[in-house]
Every structure is written in structure tokens, then in C-alpha cells.
């Protein structure tokens, strides 16, 4: 069982809700309407005790659902008063470390089963909440133990587990999420820097973007259990992830680090790379192509833009010339630091 919060004219409302196979596809069902506090289903005797009110239990008993104490302590724990909570979440760190989890026991071999049917898209969102990395690598082909809480949940429990997870990203991250979640890296390559989003075209990355997000939304197979989507409009398991995509930005990165590593990867033997140099204001816009008037009037997302531009037809890998990219990268970095 897991407690689903759903959002209608702007106010939070929860369901109880339970997982359950169906044949060979999960699917959940609900169980009871929580309203707006699933808080106030908990009763506070004293100190830290607690007990489950017989409303909830009389409901629990009347749909036929079998459920311990622990598992109800583990669902409603986040609804629980702060010093109760942290006095549980300590018992359940001692549980994890002595090894008490579900999947304790089972097989390599049918830990490979099982997350053999977990969708791609859940494997990269799950990857990069777990190790943070835009480059994830190859997830197929052996067993990873941190996806195994999701296995046995319907697409909405797993969604609703992605959900809070994703609470702790950083407003800076979550671009970079989206980007390895869709595996935007893939439409690029041959690209020298593909894992790193800020240095690829941004109109191409939107247009990636949606492309993924029409696809995933006419796959089947990620929407098995859910019944009642045939692709025709976006459903908001994805909505979410479109609205999230254009309301942020891509952590600004640190183009000096990239271009010395940029230019240790393309020297040749023998070969050292030339020393940083000053490159005046007048040069630098003569280098970009641009008066120093015009430089005057841009703000930084306007430069930015015009050097993306130059960068990228000059760029080694589209048939321009590597010194000329070193230039226009030093005459970029100049400008930029004045503004």
C-alpha cells in the first residue's frame, strides 16, 4: 500500500491506494479517500506512542486488506509529528543496516528477472536521483540493487515513489535530471561534449525534449496497469515533466575546466597546449564579430546566445577549425567576465 497525493484546483487531497497483479501486469486500486490530512488518521496517547484510529482500520478490515503494523508505520511515517518521526526513522536505519529489506535472499538470477521488466525511463530517473550523473551508462545486463524498490508497484506507486524522491532535487538539477531521465545525450552521438547539456544546441535539446516526451506518451508498455490512456493528449505523469523542462535553466558550468580538458584530449604527442592569454575588449568583440557598442548593450543572456552561435559553427566536430574555436571561446570567456 502507498498514500497518493493528488492535486484538484489547487489543494492536496491523498488517497490510499494499493498495488495488486493482474495476471502478468500490476495495477492498483483505491482504498480510502485520506481527504487533505492523512495526519489525522494517527492518535498521540502520550510521549512518543501512537496508534492507528479504528476508522482506519474499519476500513482496512472491509476492503479485505491485510496489513501489519509496520507497513502501515512505513506509509503513513511522513504524516507522523516530527519527534515521533525521528525517533522511527532511527529503528528503521538500524533495520537497513543489518540487511532486514524485502529482497533480501532472492536470486541474482531472479533479481534480473524482475528488473528486466522495469521500464528504461524508470532505470535513468532512478540512476541519476541515486548517483547523480548526466553520463549513466549502460544499465541493462546486471542486477542494481538501488531499483529494487521499485519492483512489485503498479506504475502509479512507482510514480508516487519517483515523486518523492525527486523532493530533493536542487532547482539547478532538475534540467539536468530531465536531460538524462530522456536520455537527450543519445541525439548526439559523435558530439565531443554530449553529457554536458549547456555546451549542445538549445532549440535542438527542446525539440529532442518533446520528441521523447510524444514517444514515451504513446508507449504501452510504460503505461501497462494504468488503463484508459491511448496517447491522444499528454498525461500528467508527464505534464509535470514538460512544465519542470521550460520553467528551469541548466546549472551554469565552468567553461575554463571544459576547454583545458577540451584541449588535453585533442593534443598530439609531443604537443602542449598554448598559455591562456589577455585578449582585450576591442579584439575580443572583433573575434565574435561584433562591435564593442553592441557588447555594451548585451546582457549576459545575450551573449551567451551569440556565442553558442559562433561556437558551434566553428565547433571541430560540425568542420570548423580548432584555433578558431580556441579564440572564440577566450574572447567569449573575456567578455562574459566583464559583465
Known amino acids: ?34 481527504g487533505e490530512d492523512p495526519g489525522r488518521f494517527i492518535e498521540y496517547p502520550g510521549g512518543n506512542g501512537y496508534f492507528f ?11 479485505g486488506v491485510k496489513c501489519t503494523g509496520e507497513e502501515l508505520e512505513r506509509i503513513f511515517l511522513p504524516y507522523m509529528r516530527p519527534h515521533v518521526r525521528r525517533v522511527i526513522e532511527q529503528f528503521h536505519a538500524r533495520g537497513a543496516r543489518a540487511g532486514t529489506g524485502r529482497w533480501r535472499g532472492v536470486s541474482e538470477q531472479e533479481l534480473m528477472r524482475r528488473q528486466g521488466e522495469l521500464h528504461t525511463f524508470d532505470k535513468r530517473r532512478l540512476h ?15 542486477v542494481w540493487k538501488f531499483l529494487n524498490v521499485l519492483l512489485g508497484k503498479s506504475r502509479d506507486e512507482i510514480e508516487q515513489t519517483i515523486e518523492d524522491m525527486e523532493k530533493v532535487l536542487r532547482p539547478q538539477e532538475i534540467k539536468a535530471y530531465l536531460f538524462t531521465a530522456f536520455h537527450l545525450q543519445s541525439y548526439f552521438p559523435h558530439h565531443l561534449m554530449r553529457n554536458e547539456p549547456t555546451a549542445l544546441d538549445p532549440e535542438k535539446l527542446d525539440e529532442c525534449f518533446l520528441q521523447e516526451v510524444c514517444a514515451l506518451n504513446g508507449d504501452t508498455r510504460f503505461f501497462r496497469g494504468t488503463g484508459g490512456h491511448d496517447g491522444g493528449s499528454a498525461h500528467p505523469y508527464l505534464v509535470k515533466y514538460v512544465i519542470l523542462y521550460f520553467d528551469h535553466d541548466f546549472e551554469r558550468i565552468h ?75 577566450e574572447a567569449y570567456e573575456s567578455l562574459l567576465s566583464r559583465k
Not at 490510499?16 to 500490476?26: A, H, I, K, P
Not at 484510529?53 to 476492503?63: A, F, K, M, N
Request: net charge positive; aromatic share 8%; with cysteine.
Open 1 to 34: 500500500m502507498y498514500i497518493r497525493r493528488t492535486v484538484s484546483a489547487g489543494r492536496s487531497r491523498y488517497l490510499l491506494r494499493e498495488s495488486y497483479r493482474d495476471g502478468d501486469v500490476w495495477k492498483h486500486r483505491d482504498i480510502m479517500n485520506l
Open 255 to 329: 567553461w575554463e575546466g571544459l576547454l583545458h580538458e577540451y584541449v588535453r584530449s585533442r593534443q598530439f604527442r609531443g604537443s602542449r597546449a598554448a598559455p591562456s592569454r589577455h585578449v582585450s575588449n576591442e579584439e575580443a568583440c572583433s573575434i565574435l564579430g561584433i562591435s564593442e557598442e553592441e557588447c555594451r548593450r548585451m546582457d549576459r543572456k545575450e551573449l551567451i546566445r551569440l556565442y553558442r552561435e559562433r561556437a558551434k559553427k566553428a565547433h571541430p566536430d560540425s568542420g570548423g577549425d580548432h584555433e578558431a574555436f580556441l579564440k572564440i571561446q
Open 128 to 142: 541519476y536521483l541515486r548517483c547523480g550523473r548526466v553520463d549513466i551508462g549502460e544499465l541493462e545486463g546486471r
Open 53 to 63: 484510529g479504528e476508522s482506519l482500520q474499519e476500513v482496512l478490515d472491509s476492503s
